[in-house]
């Protein structure tokens, strides 16, 4: 990310009213990531512009229906559509760095298909060292700006996390593992509201992946519509707190963009 753009973004983020959603999405996917962190620090910006900033969660530029056939035809495994009765082009969800379509197998298996977007890891690298040189640089002009914090620690944190969402083999192992661990704990907490989506590894790869169509709404949609119970809350707290506390393995991206929760109370 150049100097100028940074010195844009964050007085985008900073400045009373809404920010301009569409202009962070235009200056790179490091822009949406550190947008993302913002949103959840009501601490350092208004609760009012944090929800506001959340919506980048769910809300991404998708890329041209003709692209998305011809990434499947790049990227996907061997066969990829031959497996699939049907194949919805046009995409119904996007997010910051891939977008999510619906589909059949032939053996009826109801089941999205997300797609990594072509051409972010190379920029993304690129706004990164810049972004490190200048934290450097502004670092070693005002020494005094260590004991705020490690903002080059963080930049770290982001790059690394982004680029293990980059690769989606990452996200089948990290489901596997969390399901291993509550196997573990069954007997001793059993977590019967919690549910995985079922995964196809042999259509899925780096850059797709295929896993069951949950039909429930966001943990986001239902908080919008304030009709998520305090029995619901206590639960996901229930979850989460045994998976951080008790288990000490635990979902690092845990936001309301990326959990369901259907009208029984079952957690996805």
């Known amino acids: ?20 959603l569409d202009k962070i999405q235009d200056m790179g996917l490091l822009a949406v990531k550190l947008t993302q962190i913002f949103a959840l620090r009501p601490d350092l910006l208004s609760e009012e512009k944090c929800r506001q900033l959340q919506s980048l969660y769910q809300r991404a530029n998708s890329i041209p229906k003709e692209d998305s056939m011809k990434l499947i035809a790049d990227r996907a495994p061997s066969g990829f559509l031959d497996a699939f009765e049907s194949f919805e082009e046009e995409p119904f969800a996007a997010a910051s760095i891939g977008q999510v379509h619906r589909g059949v197998l032939k053996d009826g298996s109801e089941v999205v298909v997300k797609i990594i977007k072509s051409d972010f890891e ?15 640089i502004g670092l070693f002009l005002n020494p005094r700006l260590r004991k705020v914090g490690n903002p080059v620690g963080l930049l770290q944190h982001v790059e690394d996390y982004t680029l293990r969402e980059l690769d989606l083999r990452n996200e089948i192992q990290g489901a596997e593992l969390l399901q291993a661990k509550a196997k573990e ?3 001793q907490f059993p977590m019967p509201l919690l ?6 590894p042999e259509l899925s790869n780096r850059h797709i992946l295929v896993m069951e169509h949950i039909k429930a709404p966001t943990l986001e949609s239902r908080l919008a519509n304030k009709d998520l119970s305090w029995e619901d809350l206590l639960q996901l707290f229930r979850i989460h707190g045994a998976y951080m506390f008790g288990i000490g393995t635990f979902h690092g991206d845990l936001h309301p963009g990326n959990a369901m929760v259907d009208s029984d109370g079952m957690f996805t």
């Open 195 to 200: 549910k995985f989506p079922k995964v196809w």
């Open 185 to 187: 704990v069954e007997h």
């Open 122 to 136: 190379k920029s993304f690298r690129k706004d990164v060292a810049r972004m490190r040189r200048w934290l450097r």
């Open 1 to 20: 990310m150049r100097l100028l753009t940074f010195v844009r973004f964050i007085r985008m983020i900073t400045k009373d009213g809404p920010a301009d």
